[in-house]
């Protein structure tokens, strides 16, 4: 699906390359590059707690990393995993 690197950026594996979404620091925050949606996607919390900041819906708790790689983890559900499954949950619903 994807990868990260040591300079804390996210990719997307595409057909015939890779796309950098956003990058993490180790500090837990998590920023996206999305073109209408780009700036601060949210953190990751001391125990694991990941949560989404919005600007219409606040912040929400999402999930939960554990493991040493928690920015990372917490990145890449915010990044990757949650945009495909909205993206699923809408294709269904058409």
């Not at 996210?10 to 950098?20: G, H, K, L, S």
């Not at 606040?58 to 554990?66: L, T």
């Not at 493991?67 to 619903?93: I, S, V, Y």
């Amino acid at each position: 699906v994807g990868r990260y690197d040591a300079d804390g950026a996210i990719y997307r594996a595409m057909q015939y390359d890779e796309r950098e979404l956003g990058r993490f620091a180790l500090d837990g925050q998590i920023r996206s590059h999305g073109l209408f949606e780009g700036g601060e996607l949210g953190w990751v919390e001391a125990d694991g707690v990941v949560i989404q900041a919005g600007l219409i819906l606040g912040e929400e708790e999402v999930g939960r990393v554990d493991g040493p790689e928690q920015a990372a983890a917490a990145a890449a559900l915010l990044l990757l995993f949650l945009p495909d499954d909205a993206e699923e949950n809408r294709r269904l619903a058409r």
